[in-house]
């Protein structure tokens, strides 16, 4: 389960899924680079869970053909401004104005 899962091991899961992915498509690494406009070594980071950045992740998404892969990380149109609110929300603290002598 991805909850007990420490960054590094979700990197590496993550990593090794793509790799699988993009065998699955008969595809060589330096295919997808090139697509991505990356180095193969970076994407030979990022499929091994190595400290990749969020753009080439992104990137090779795109060189893939999964970009939509990207909306299922949070919901579309969520606007916290709709959540409900609380009765006990907190408040600013403010200082008292000082009354003017006329």
């Known amino acids: 389960m991805a909850r007990n899962m420490t ?5 590496t899961t993550l990593g090794e899924n793509l790799k699988r992915f993009r065998l699955s498509l ?3 690494q330096e295919r997808v680079a090139y697509l991505a406009g990356i180095s193969t ?5 990022l499929e091994a ?3 990749s950045s969020i753009r080439t992740l992104v990137m090779v ?11 299922t990380l949070a919901p579309s149109g969520f606007n916290p ?13 403010f200082k008292p104005r000082k009354k003017s002598v006329p």
């Open 41 to 45: 070594r970076a994407l030979q980071n």
């Open 81 to 93: 401004l709709t959540l409900p609110r609380d009765s006990d929300r907190r408040q600013r603290a």
């Open 7 to 11: 960054p590094e091991e979700l990197e």
């Open 49 to 51: 869970g190595r400290g």
């Open 26 to 28: 008969n595809l060589p």
């Open 61 to 71: 998404l795109r060189a893939l053909g999964r970009s939509g892969w990207i909306d």
